[in-house]
């Protein structure tokens, strides 16, 4: 996309890129996001997020790609609705179809047979809803369609492995050692 000042370039699961078409010998070009992950909202793709771009005074440029209905593939709008952060509109003829940004269909059949049975916990109200949303994010982030917190391998980490002994006196032993 050209604009007046700038060009835009979208290359999905990969980068944004933004040059400036000035004459001046230090012209802005650089990245405004990678590829991280898609944004999903009532089970349904309605974006992608491209972040850790180039710094921004303390913080890296990010950019939401919002994914729309179009004739052909194009970048159609640019805006930086907060320093550093920009929101893109990208037409596409692939999202036309009201089931095409569904994320149910796009999953395995390990990870739909796992969300159906999330569904009729929730039906049978032996989970709540905030307890859904938690397990629907495991379900998205092990599709690798959202970025993991984490928080499971920092825990694996931190964990150490239980001592095993084969006596009373043995467990004894080390644990008045560790006492002193």
């Not at 979208?10 to 590829?35: K, M």
């Not at 179009?70 to 990208?90: D, I, R």
């Not at 690798?144 to 391998?153: A, C, E, P, V």
Request: charged share 25%; aromatic share 10%.
């Amino acid at each position: 996309l050209l604009d007046d000042r700038y060009k835009y370039e979208l290359c999905p699961f990969h980068n944004i890129t933004q040059h400036e078409q000035t004459y001046r010998w230090n012209a802005y070009s650089g990245i405004l996001g990678i590829w991280q992950e898609w944004e999903i909202e009532n089970n349904t793709f309605t974006g992608m997020w491209m972040r850790e771009g180039d710094a921004c005074g303390t913080k890296n440029r990010q950019t939401k790609v919002l994914l729309v209905c179009g004739s052909s593939h194009k970048l159609a709008a640019v805006s930086e609705p907060s320093t550093c952060v920009y929101s893109m509109t990208f037409k596409t003829p692939l999202v036309c179809h009201p089931h095409s940004l569904l994320v149910y269909p796009t999953l395995n059949t390990e990870l739909r047979q796992r969300w159906d049975e999330i569904e009729q916990s929730l039906f049978d109200e032996l989970i709540t809803e905030q307890g859904y949303r938690k397990l629907l994010r495991e379900i998205f982030q092990e599709a690798n369609y959202l970025k993991s917190t984490g928080r499971k391998s920092e825990e694996k980490e931190n964990q150490t492995e239980p001592k095993v002994f084969e006596t009373l006196e043995q467990c004894s032993v080390v644990c008045l050692e560790s006492d002193h």
